[in-house]
Nanobody
Framework: QVQLVESGGGSVQVGDSLTISCEVS????????MGWFRQAPGKGREFVAV????????YYSDSVKGRFSISRDYDNNMVYLKMISLEPEDTAVYYC???????????????????WGQGTQVTVSS
């Protein structure tokens, strides 16, 4: 069983930077594709970023490309999402997700992920 715990959310101003983290336990870290999704009030869960098995593939949504970056700390089983130039549209609950699929062309679909964290709130105000 995989457990995911997010942390690092908070309230920031437009243009600020913030890094949120996900601690992973219960499975060999390199055998998991790790993704970030977000959900704003009244909206569906939106794909943000993913790093595949062994970091062979990294993808970002168009809305965050160039502003967000996903990375892993293999020594500590941590996944990070570094966010810069934050906008009000980035306000959402951010969820860490893990998939045991070796390669999934539908990495952007929430239902393709086996495990989820509890979420961490990011609020961007002007």
């Amino acid at each position: 069983q995989v457990q995911l715990v997010e942390s690092g959310g908070g309230s920031v101003q437009v243009g600020d930077s913030l890094t949120i983290s996900c601690e992973v336990s219960g499975r060999t870290f390199t055998d998991l594709a790790m993704g970030w999704f977000r959900q704003a009030p009244g909206k569906g869960r939106e794909f943000v970023a993913v790093t595949g098995w062994y970091d062979f593939s990294i993808y970002y949504s168009d809305s965050v490309k160039g502003r967000f970056s996903i990375s892993r700390d293999y020594d500590n089983n941590m996944v990070y999402l570094k966010m810069i130039s934050l906008e009000p549209e980035d306000t959402a609950v951010y969820y860490c997700a893990a998939s045991t699929t070796r390669y999934d062309p539908r990495y952007y679909v929430p239902d393709q992920y086996n495990y989820w964290g509890q979420g961490t709130q990011v609020t961007v105000s002007s």
